[in-house]
């Protein structure tokens, strides 16, 4: 069984930063993909950055040139950091991975962390 285990969330005001962290426990696994999404109140969950295990990335255009995702292979770890953060960003933040055991690939998720961007 695998497990993700995120932190680094809290209360910070606009124009701060936060770094996000998820750690993958377990073992005879490995990752591909590794992503995090958010999810606000009333609203549905979105995409936020993903990276490749080459370490290839993407970001949603409302986060581009704010958020950087990063990872640590070594120690199955993803990172967002999230600069010029914005009363927008509020939401609950989810790691998301495909974790290969033997030869299937299964879609894990985080159990979330709380960000607040106040005004």
């Known amino acids: 069984q695998v497990q993700l285990v995120e932190s680094g969330g809290g209360l910070v005001q606009a124009g701060g930063s936060l770094r996000l962290s998820c750690a993958a426990s377990g073992s005879d696994f490995s990752i591909n993909n590794m992503g995090w999404f958010r999810q606000a109140p009333g609203k549905q969950r979105e995409l936020v950055a993903v990276i490749t295990s080459g370490r290839s990335t993407n970001y949603a255009g409302s986060v581009k040139g704010r958020f950087t995702i990063s990872r640590d292979n070594a120690k199955d770890t993803v990172y967002l950091q999230m600069n010029s953060l914005k009363p927008e960003d509020t939401a609950i933040y989810y790691c998301?991975?495909?974790?290969?055991?033997?030869?299937?690939?299964?879609?894990?998720w985080g159990q979330g962390t709380q960000v607040t961007v106040s005004s």
């Open positions: 998301n991975a495909g974790v290969v055991v033997k030869t299937l690939v299964y879609n894990y």
